[in-house]
């Protein structure tokens, strides 16, 4: 603010002095830390963020659990539960306070319990499904996110723990439904192959009743034309199974050795370089696709010995390789191999193999050099593999 002012020598003098909106050079009144009307205002602000964090605490539409952490890593007894938690369970809050999670529980979880405390101590969060009892006897599927937090000093678990009633009504309709479908298809391949058989005798007979050689030409065909319809029948029996049971975790390492003991390898070594610490996320079938790659390099190797698995890492991504040491696949032929009935036997393996793969999002592509070998590499991203430990 810009001032008029009197000197001595009765001479106007212009200034300026410092304003704000408590007035010039005043300062905001300050309340002592030590004052009754400091410790209202703390108690008071305490209050409110309590009454906002309650409030959104009970407004979610999953139960939340706050519960302690025993000294074994298993969960403790509740120390805060919401109004979601209380319904799901059909206790009150005093109730569920008395308690802690494993005392409602069934004995179910997705995966044993020990796993799940060893995951919780290591990374601090696991994801996994277990039933509740309710206060009436009922039984309610949830999907529990746990993680371990820091929570009035000390360490705590925070579950947020969903009700799945109706997403496992869904995934048993879809079961039945596909079991029905299942049942089916395997009933009609059966009469067709049945009727392939006949239709096969019967060209045996014609054409062993025959000597115009047109006609043994033609009855030639009619015998190639059944046998890829036999193709297409087993493909199809094949395919039907594949992605019917839920995708779960395995060890490569010990497919490998199951697939090798099913193959038919003479005198060719398999190499197992596999680490065993190490879980991929995919179809049960899966073994068959480690089956179909030694297969295949005993079939088409050409003076093969030996076949080696073993990983390497690209970014993200963990890579397993199958290669052999035979006369490898001609470049035009590196993605064909892929396509249906390609190939001089049923041409249906690798076919089968990247079906199986690509349920979870692993790729696998031919990368090996014409003359040195052929090599397999299957492309597993980020959140399909996980390391065990072991």
């Known amino acids: 603010m810009v001032v008029k002012k009197k000197t ?7 200034s300026s002095t410092r304003s704000s909106r408590f007035g010039a050079e005043k300062q905001p009144p300050r309340t002592p830390k030590s004052s009754p009307n400091f410790k209202l205002q703390m108690e008071k602000g305490l209050k409110e963020s309590e009454e906002k964090f309650r409030g959104i ?5 999953d139960g939340i659990h706050i519960h302690e952490i025993e000294p074994d890593g298993k969960p403790g007894k509740f120390i805060e539960v919401n109004e979601v938690a209380c319904r799901m369970l059909q206790f009150t ?3 569920l306070l008395e308690h802690g999670p494993l005392d409602f529980v069934t004995g179910y979880h997705s995966r044993p319990l020990d796993e799940i405390i060893r995951q919780l101590s290591s990374t601090g969060n696991s994801i996994f499904e277990t039933e509740h009892w309710r206060k009436d006897g009922t039984v309610v599927p949830v999907e529990v996110n746990t993680h371990v937090v820091s929570f009035q000093k000390k360490r705590v678990m925070v579950s947020v723990v969903r009700d799945i009633t109706e997403r496992k009504r869904a995934e048993s309709e879809i079961n039945l439904a596909n079991k029905k479908l299942k049942l089916i298809s395997t009933i009609t391949l059966h009469d067709i192959s049945n009727q392939i058989s006949a239709i096969n005798m019967f060209l045996y007979l014609a054409v062993e009743g025959t000597t115009d050689q047109t006609v043994r030409e033609y009855l030639q ?9 036999q193709k297409q029948i087993w493909f199809t029996g094949e395919y039907d199974i594949i992605g019917i049971t839920a995708p779960v975790w395995q060890n490569p390492r010990s497919l490998v050795d199951i697939a090798a003991k099913q193959a038919s390898l003479g ?8 680490p065993a610490g190490i879980e991929l996320f995919a179809d049960p079938l899966i073994v068959r696709v480690f089956f179909n ?4 390099a005993v079939r088409y190797g050409r003076k093969i010995t030996t076949i ?3 990983v390497v890492e690209h970014g993200d991504n963990y890579v397993i390789v199958c290669e052999d040491d035979g006369g490898g696949i001609l470049a035009e032929e590196k993605e064909r191999i ?9 041409g249906l393996g690798l076919t089968l193999s990247r079906e199986i793969l690509d349920i979870t999002g692993i790729k696998i592509r031919e990368t090996g050099e014409p003359g040195k070998g052929a090599r397999f590499e299957m492309t597993v991203p980020k959140g399909v593999y996980r390391f065990t430990g072991n």
Do not use: P, S, Y
Not at 221 to 229: C, G, N, V, W
């Open 308 to 310: 080696r698995f073993f």
């Open 338 to 346: 892929f396509e249906r009935c390609f190939g001089k036997n049923t």
């Open 293 to 296: 790659l030694m297969d295949n």
């Open 8 to 14: 001595e020598k009765d001479e106007t003098k212009w």
């Open 93 to 95: 809050r005093e109730e």
């Open 267 to 274: 005198q060719i070594r398999v190499k197992n370089d596999l």
């Open 221 to 229: 065909k009619i015998e190639q034309a059944t046998q890829l319809i």
């Open 57 to 61: 605490f009970n407004l979610v539409n």
